[in-house]
């Protein structure tokens, strides 16, 4: 098993940025793709960002892609999200995930999840 904490989450104005992380215990990190979840008031929760075990690729949802890079820090255990240019659409709670089946991608089966955090945009 794997344990996950989100944090980096807050409220920023609309074009600025926030670094969001991921801290993982438990079983080692490298072995579960990655990724990162949100869920807007009243909407459905929708994957944003995947990445591979060794981090070489990622996959991004249309709607963040040229604003968002999804990293990883094997070494550190830890999962980031970098979000530049944020919009107010950009607000909900962001959740990582982890995956311990082969291969990676958006809509990958994830196993393990974190508690979340909240991101506020405002216009």
């Known amino acids: 098993q794997v344990q996950l904490v989100e944090s980096g989450g807050g409220l920023v104005q609309a074009g600025g940025s926030l670094r969001l992380s991921c801290a993982a215990s438990?079983?080692?990190?490298?072995?579960?793709?990655m990724g990162w979840f949100r869920q807007a008031p009243g909407k459905e929760r929708e994957p944003v960002a995947a990445i591979s075990r060794g981090g070489v690729t990622t996959a991004y949802a249309d709607s963040v892609a040229g604003r968002l890079t999804i990293t990883r820090d094997n070494a550190k255990n830890t999962l980031y999200l970098q979000m530049n240019s944020l919009k107010p659409e950009d607000t909900a709670v962001y959740y990582c995930?982890?995956?311990?089946?082969?291969?990676?991608?958006?809509?990958?089966?994830?196993?393990?999840w974190g508690q979340g955090t909240q991101v506020t945009v405002s216009s």
């Open positions: 438990g079983r080692t990190f490298s072995s579960y793709a």
């Open positions: 995930a982890a995956s311990s089946v082969a291969g990676y991608g958006l809509g990958h089966k994830y196993d393990y």
